[in-house]
C-alpha cells in the first residue's frame, strides 16, 4: 500500500511557508501532460479528458459520457 504522505512534499512544523510553497513550485515544474500525478488530476473532470482525447484522434466530435480514474491501492 502506498502512503499518501510523501516526504518530498509533507510540510515540516519548523519550515517556513514561502519555503514549502515554493518546494511545491519545483515539483509542479517538473510535471509534464505524461507524469501520472498530473495526468490524474487533469483528467478528473470530463471536459478535461474529452479534450485531450479529441486533440490525440484528431476528431472534435468524440463525446465522453463518464470518466474513471486509477486508484491507488
Known amino acids: 500500500m502506498k502512503s499518501r504522505n510523501n516526504k518530498k512534499t509533507a510540510r515540516n ?7 514549502h510553497y515554493e518546494r511545491y513550485r519545483e515539483i509542479i515544474r517538473g510535471f509534464t501532460m505524461m507524469s501520472d500525478t498530473f495526468m490524474r488530476n487533469v483528467l478528473k ?11 490525440i484522434m484528431g476528431q472534435k466530435n468524440i463525446r465522453i459520457e463518464s470518466v474513471a480514474i486509477q486508484q491507488d491501492h
Open 45 to 55: 473532470k470530463r471536459e478535461c479528458a474529452e479534450y485531450v482525447i479529441r486533440v
Open 13 to 19: 512544523k519548523n519550515e517556513p511557508l514561502p519555503a
